[in-house]
């Protein structure tokens, strides 16, 4: 199983570009990444996901090297709403046919300050 | 569309009693999940099912949990009887039959045993 490691915690302020690297050393050919996001009481939401270079959405961009042995969440411009915690998640469903391999680590706690 | 619901939001038992956690998945979502967090741990898979069959339940801690998936729709997990160390928060997630398809979560159960 793919392991995952993020910073703990980190802050920002509100109107800053905010970057949260994971890394995943042991990522396999075909695993995917995937980040979620979660807040408070809810259940972890899905954000964006990836197998290398770059993919971007409406919120969030997610840079893979070429050696895929990290990644780099992008979330331009944070508010306050954005406090909450971000899971990295490494893993290939299909070849497994389980989600087991899908752990979600410590996840990094973001607070947006005012 | 409406996303994965769970129910109940909250539960608490006395040790020794059964509990039964129930989710509603995404219509049309053939893979189904359940995951949980148990204070001051990270979230761990617990099974998954292709409509109604488990294709993996390498995750369920014993056999007081039993999980069941009636006709391919909603979810129960059953535990029985009840543990102290089975307080946490119960998740559910639904996605499509697609490659790598995201996993959709809901808000979860929390559960208390006293």
């Known amino acids: 199983l793919a392991k995952t490691t993020q910073p703990i915690s980190m802050d920002s302020y509100e109107g800053q570009e905010v970057n949260i690297t994971c890394s995943h050393n042991n990522i396999a050919t075909n695993d995917y990444i995937t980040w979620y996001q979660q807040f408070p009481s809810q259940g972890p939401r899905f954000i964006i996901q990836?197998?290398?270079t770059k993919v971007t959405n409406e919120v969030a961009s997610l840079f893979i090297p070429a050696d895929r042995k990290s990644s780099t969440l992008s979330l331009p411009r944070v508010s306050l709403s954005d406090t909450a915690v971000y899971y990295c998640?490494?893993?290939?469903?299909?070849?497994?046919?389980?989600?087991?391999?899908?752990?979600f680590g410590s996840g990094t706690q973001l607070t947006v300050l005012p | 569309e409406a996303g994965v619901t769970q129910f109940p939001s909250h539960s608490v038992i006395e040790k020794g009693q059964t509990v039964t956690l129930r989710c509603d998945p995404i219509s049309g979502h053939d893979n189904l999940y359940w995951y949980r967090r148990v204070m001051g741990k990270e979230i761990k898979f617990l099974l998954h099912?292709?409509?109604?069959?488990?294709?993996?339940e390498s995750g369920m801690p014993n056999n007081r949990f039993l999980a069941e998936r009636t006709g391919g729709t909603y979810s129960t997990l059953k535990v029985q009887p009840a543990e102290l160390e089975d307080s946490g928060v119960y998740f559910c997630?639904?996605?499509?039959?697609?490659?790598?398809?995201?996993?959709?979560f809901g808000n979860g159960t929390r559960l208390t045993v006293t």
């Open positions: 998640l490494v893993g290939d469903i299909k070849s497994s046919g389980s989600a087991r391999q899908l752990t």
């Open positions: 990836g197998y290398k």
């Open positions: 997630a639904s996605s499509h039959s697609g490659y790598n398809s995201p996993l959709h």
């Open positions: 099912f292709v409509k109604e069959s488990k294709q993996d």
